[in-house]
Nanobody, 122 residues
Framework: QVQLVESGGGLVQAGGSLRLSCAAS????????MGWFRQAPGKEREFVARISWTSYYADSVKGRFTISRDNAKNMVTLQMNSLNPDDTAVYYC??????????????????WGQGTQVTVSS
């Protein structure tokens, strides 16, 4: 497993942007699929985006969010633009060993960060 630490959450007005970062420990970061999930109050945790050698997004964020990775720095980021109140949630970084498959389910991942709060005001 890898250790994951998220940063970059905060409060932003609707229409604004935030950039989340996730720092990972370990020497084999490039072998992991990295994902972002989020959990809003009273709702289940849901998939947001993931990146292996390709990226894949939930329909709700497609065209607004961009996931990227820097294997040299063991870092994955989530650039979030055109935010709206529905994006308010705790955002979690996750890691799954291997680069194949869709990897859009929580059960696909075996390492999780502690989460970072994103609040979008209307």
């Amino acid at each position: 497993q890898v250790q994951l630490v998220e940063s970059g959450g905060g409060l932003v007005q609707a229409g604004g942007s935030l950039r989340l970062s996730c720092a990972a420990s370990g020497r084999t970061f490039s072998l992991y699929t990295m994902g972002w999930f989020r959990q809003a109050p009273g709702k289940e945790r849901e998939f947001v985006a993931r990146i292996s050698w390709t990226s894949y997004y939930a329909d709700s964020v497609k065209g607004r969010f961009t996931i990227s990775r820097d294997n040299a720095k063991n870092m994955v980021t989530l650039q979030m633009n055109s935010l709206n109140p529905d994006d308010t949630a705790v955002y979690y970084c996750a890691a799954a060993l291997g680069l194949g498959g869709l990897r859009s389910l929580q059960g696909d991942y075996d390492s999780w960060g502690q989460g970072t709060q994103v609040t979008v005001s209307s």
